[in-house]
Nanobody, 112 residues
Framework: QVQLVESGGGLVQPGGSLSLSCVVSGVTFSTYVMSWYRQAPGKERELVASISNIGGSTTYADSVKGRFTISRHNTKNTVYLQMNSLRPEDTAVYYC?????WGQGTQVTVSS
C-alpha cells in the first residue's frame, strides 16, 4: 500500500517561511520523480516543483522560482519543500505526489 504523508503546513505572516515534508512508503522511493502541487480555493491544482529521482534536476513554477526549494533524502524516503518569502497568493493546500499517488494535503495560509 502506497502512502504519502505531508506535514509542516500552518499559518505564517507574509514574508515568512515554512518547510513542508512528505514521507513516502510502499514504493521504491529512490526510483521516482517527486513533486509538490498546490490548490487554492476556486482554482485548479497546479504543479509547484519537481525533483528527479536522485535529486540532480529540479523544476519550479515561475511563481515560486527563487523563493521555494525542493529537495529529497532518499534514505529517509522523504521529499521537502522549503518555502521562503511567502506571499498571500501562496495560500493553498499543498500536496505531495508520486505518480499516480497523492498525499492528503497540508494547508498553508499566508496572512497578516
Amino acid at each position: 500500500q502506497v502512502q504519502l504523508v505531508e506535514s509542516g503546513g500552518g499559518l505564517v505572516q507574509p514574508g515568512g517561511s515554512l518547510s513542508l515534508s512528505c514521507v513516502v512508503s510502499g514504493v521504491t522511493f529512490s526510483t521516482y520523480v517527486m513533486s509538490w502541487y498546490r490548490q487554492a480555493p476556486g482554482k485548479e491544482r497546479e504543479l509547484v516543483a519537481s525533483i528527479s529521482n536522485i535529486g540532480g534536476s529540479t523544476t519550479y513554477a515561475d511563481s515560486v522560482k527563487g523563493r521555494f526549494t525542493i529537495s529529497r533524502h532518499n534514505t529517509k524516503n522523504t521529499v521537502y519543500l522549503q518555502m521562503n518569502s511567502l506571499r498571500p497568493e501562496d495560500t493553498a493546500v499543498y500536496y505531495c505526489r508520486v505518480r499516480p499517488y497523492w498525499g492528503q494535503g497540508t494547508q498553508v495560509t499566508v496572512s497578516s
